[in-house]
């Protein structure tokens, strides 16, 4: 029903084009973007962070020390691309290492003024760093996380214990007003790429300590509800929760003023609205549609083009080592022979996909298209079947409730298709799928937390950082805290934490390729596509850049008058 | 009377208290643990014991209950009995400020939708019962079949597909406010209230002209049952041996038709109110249609995510809510007829 309206109404629009697709003299520096939820918080500690448009927000209202630099290149959709091996500074100005101390030292830009009016200083950077280990917010110590990950000397696994010591000590220190030094535990090439991350941006930390009382000493309520302070190319004007946000570009941005003077970003739940607003010329931007409706945007026109790039979004066919029979590797890897490949990337995604060659996103550093390859091969398969010990399907009924294939019930239009083109092909081998459709919270809880589902659908977790490193070290080692089909394999196990800690970058990427080799082999995850993020874009408007959090940097975007 | 309001009210006390446990444990038994999507799919085991250490979820049921009912000390504290609602795991807002967002929002929309449908479905019942089978009983009686035979949120779409697509008289369904009309300082949350007492009527012309689509929506559907049940209740009235003999003495008719109005009115206000807290549910799908962010919308996105604080004290408004308006509906029975009181 609600697919069959938002097409009906799209049609007449696109048909009768109801209002000119003008963007008007008032409309040059105010840029309207809609998606489909709110920003929930701004607190990078809150739960709320978790949900895309709050993201979205966060990274436009804050600031980080490095960012990645412009690779000078952009995707067959038109969306600019970075160099992650390549880094630039924002509030660090230059920074250097000194491996005999392990050792950072930053040297932080002067007379940076944020949208509270107070300057940047190294006392900034050390209250983000010490809010982060203090884990004080709801949300699972996402900044104590990305720390940890960089190598952080004491931002270790012992701070979580409830009675721990979660005050900083001196890994990060104060030189002087503009310099700052950041210890490590070993040198990590994955250091530099933590601090693009939004979970660590830097706080203005007088503006939060203004707001911060006896029993919230990290105003953690003040960011959840009211305001992200710190130095960011946009400062917040309104917040209306659960509907929109408003931000004004800063004055005083250290890069100078945005090209846009004033964002408008808006909750707008139903699909069909959305289109239809992009179409009228009410809207500039649109996220978070269906394949199907970009497919729909692009072939309407009427003054909107889709920009899309194949960047760290991924489809996998998830196998649960801990379940039996899954950790039966010629089962795996027969299940990965029948998986409908080509069908998948035409008919659930609209050809905006790949098929994913790898257990890596190929944009990240260190990707490498592993000799081991999958192709729909119902032959081979059966074969496979065979040999893993249940001919034609047949003894898999010993394990009731297993071949149930999970998928996030809220992806039902996207991912509903493809777990029904799956559970047709599977049925060729005889192997007959039951489809289980859950809600998001469940779907997490069994998942992430419980592991007691055997085969699900995943579509929407992407490792944020771009290097294969942290694509497999959190995902692919026994106890690796990413690592939800609890896949175990010593060999690839060996390779951790040398892997991280090796400073030879064509080193590191040798070792990262033998990883990749071994797990591809014996998959745990069945690659299946890498498929396109995209957004519905007004003809006029450029500038989309894609960074792996898939949040668009206002910043970088143009109106043309 | 006195002595039937204070039964009521005490009756209604015990009522909000025993939804408020049996919320709080149904809760507890649902088919996930809350904090696998909290902590997200890199959480190591230290992370989700952190959590759980700090969401109470370590503690026992009866000691998590004592907490949320603020008889004991715990990392969600304060409780319910020192007016906490405690804090959305979604969000970490105060769930009492995330209400006063939403709530008025929803109230917004279903007071004047409900106002609207009554304005139109009182008279028509009347009418078709007064003038009793023919044309216009026919076109009422096939009017609250077919409002009535879609669900609200396919209204809203047919009646945005047909006056903001087609024939361009309503303002795109984005919201509560066009995108460059500056909101009015919040008082009530309600904007049309909001703006007037602001003197701003630029921003009650556009608050206004985005309600009316969502308003029309849910009163068209709305409307229906109302007709009916009023039709009906008139209809039984007006066959009544005193209607009858009211004739026999020859009363005039506005006369009779004020008896038959009074008399048919106790069982229409019950229906009436049941309708009013059914509306809640209608007006979510409405809200979602029209982007209009309101409390519908909200409960939907916490049940889904298994926002247990947020859970909780939706299911309270909702249930003080529906509570008073039986209450008042129980007063207002007690007042047309007083030998309910007795």
């Excluded at chain 1, 069959?4 to 109404?9: A, E, R, W």
């Excluded at chain 1, 450029?542 to 940097?553: A, E, I, M, V, Y």
């Excluded at chain 2, 904090?35 to 959590?51: H, K």
């Excluded at chain 2, 209608?282 to 926002?307: H, T």
Aim: hydrophobic share 45%; aromatic share 10%.
């Amino acid at each position: 029903m609600r697919k069959g309206t938002s097409i009906l109404l799209t049609a007449t629009v696109a048909t009768s084009l109801l209002a000119p697709a003008a963007v008007t003299a008032q409309d040059q520096t105010q840029l309207v973007i809609l998606s489909p939820d709110a920003v929930a918080a701004l607190d990078t500690e809150a739960p709320g962070t978790l949900v895309l448009e709050s993201m979205a927000a966060l990274v436009n209202l804050m600031e980080p020390l490095v960012e990645f630099a412009p690779a000078g290149t952009h995707s067959e959709g038109g969306v600019h691309q970075l160099d992650f091996t390549s880094f630039e500074g924002r509030l660090a100005e230059s920074w250097e290492f000194d491996p005999d101390t392990l050792t950072y030292r930053f040297h932080l830009r002067q007379g940076v003024i944020g949208c509270s009016g107070n300057e940047f200083t190294a006392d900034d950077v050390l209250y983000t760093f010490a809010r982060a280990k203090s884990a004080s917010g709801t949300l699972g110590p996402l900044g104590w996380f990305m720390f940890n990950t960089g190598g952080v000397a004491g931002f270790t696994p012992d701070v979580l214990a409830p009675d721990a010591d979660r005050s900083l000590g001196d890994e990060v220190t104060k030189v002087d007003d503009f310099t700052v030094d950041i210890k490590v535990a070993s040198q990590r090439r994955l250091f530099l790429p933590v601090l693009t991350d939004f979970f660590v941006f830097i706080w203005d930390s007088k503006e939060m300590q203004a707001h911060a009382t006896e029993a919230d000493p990290w105003s953690h309520e003040y960011a959840t509800t009211t305001n992200a302070p710190s130095f960011g190319p946009y400062c917040l004007e309104s917040w209306t929760k659960g509907s929109e946000l408003t931000a004004v570009a800063n004055p005083s941005y250290y890069r100078g003023p945005a090209a846009i003077d004033r964002i408008v970003f808006r909750k707008v739940p139903e699909t069909a609205n959305r289109i239809a607003a992009l179409q009228a010329g009410q809207a500039h931007i649109v996220q978070n549609l269906t394949p199907r409706d970009y497919e729909f945007l692009r072939q309407a026109g009427n003054g909107v083009h889709v920009d899309s790039i194949v960047g760290n979004q991924f489809l996998f066919l998830g196998l649960s080592w801990n379940v039996p029979p899954f950790e039966n590797q010629a089962l795996r890897q027969a299940f990965a022979y029948a998986i409908p490949y080509e069908e998948i990337l035409s008919t659930g995604y609209g050809g905006q996909a790949t098929k994913w060659e790898g257990t890596v996103p190929s944009s990240y550093v260190g990707f490498h298209r592993t000799d081991a390859q999958y192709t729909t091969d119902l032959e081979k398969a059966a074969h496979l079947l065979d040999e893993a010990g249940f001919p034609g399907g047949a003894g898999l009924d010993q394990y009731p409730g297993v071949l149930r294939l999970a998928y996030v019930a809220e992806r039902e239009s996207t991912l509903g298709p493809i777990a029904t083109l799956i559970q047709s092909s599977f049925r060729q081998i005889g192997v007959e799928l039951e489809l289980d459709p859950m809600p998001q919270a469940q779907f997490a809880d069994r998942v992430f937390s419980k592991h007691d589902v055997g085969m699900f659908l995943d579509d929407q977790d992407k490792p944020d950082l771009p290097t294969a490193e942290y694509a497999l070290g959190p995902f692919m080692t026994t106890g690796g805290p990413g690592n939800y089909t609890l896949f175990s394999d010593p060999a690839v196990d060996a390779y951790f934490p040398a892997v991280y800690e090796e400073t030879d970058p064509a080193k590191q990427d040798q070792m990262l390729a033998e990883i990749q080799e071994i797990i591809m082999a014996t998959p745990n995850w069945l690659p299946i596509a890498e498929y396109a993020t995209q957004w519905g874009v007004r003809d006029g408007v450029s500038g989309l850049t894609w960074h792996p959090d898939l949040q668009l940097r206002w910043y970088d975007l143009k109106v043309e008058p | 009377m006195t002595g039937y309001a204070l039964r009521r009210l005490g009756v209604g006390v015990l009522q909000l208290a025993a939804i408020t446990v049996l919320v709080f444990v149904v809760m507890r038994f649902l088919p996930a643990d809350p904090v696998g999507r909290l902590v997200g799919f890199t959480a190591s085991p230290e992370t989700i014991a952190l959590t759980r250490d700090k969401l109470d979820l370590d503690e026992s049921l009866p000691d998590q209950l004592l907490i949320y009912l603020g008889l004991r000390e715990g990392d969600q504290s304060p409780g319910l009995l020192q007016g906490s609602l405690g804090d959305s795991w979604n969000t970490g807002a105060p769930v009492v400020d995330q209400i006063a967002q939403y709530l008025p929002v929803t109230l917004e929309l279903i007071i004047l939708a409900f106002v609207a449908a009554l304005l139109v479905a009182v008279p028509l019942g009347v009418l078709a019962a007064v003038r009793g089978s023919g044309r216009l009983d026919a076109g009422i009686r096939f009017y609250g079949l077919f409002a009535g035979a879609q669900p609200e949120f396919w209204w809203g779409l047919a009646f945005i597909f047909l006056f903001y697509v087609t024939w361009q008289v309503a303002p795109a369904p984005l919201g509560r406010l066009d995108f460059l009309t500056a909101p009015p300082p919040r008082v009530t949350g309600m904007l049309t209230v909001d703006s007037l007492l602001a003197g701003n009527l630029a921003a009650f012309r556009d608050a206004a002209a985005h309600l009316v689509l969502p308003v029309v929506t849910l009163a068209f559907v709305l409307t229906g049952p109302i007709i009916k049940m009023v039709r009906q209740n008139v209809a039984k009235a007006m066959a009544s041996e005193y209607v009858l003999y009211a004739r026999g003495c020859g009363l005039p008719t506005r006369q009779i038709a004020a008896y038959t109005f009074r008399n048919s009115l106790a069982p229409s206000v019950t229906l009436i109110a049941i309708l009013f807290a059914y509306m809640l549910g209608g007006a979510v799908l409405v809200e979602q249609v029209f982007s209009l962010g309101g409390l519908g919308q909200w409960a939907v996105a916490s049940v889904l995510s298994f926002d247990f604080p947020a859970i909780q004290g939706i299911v309270l408004v909702i249930t003080v809510g529906t509570l008073l308006v039986l209450l008042a509906v129980d007063l207002l029975h007690a007042r047309i007829d007083p030998r309910v009181a007795r």
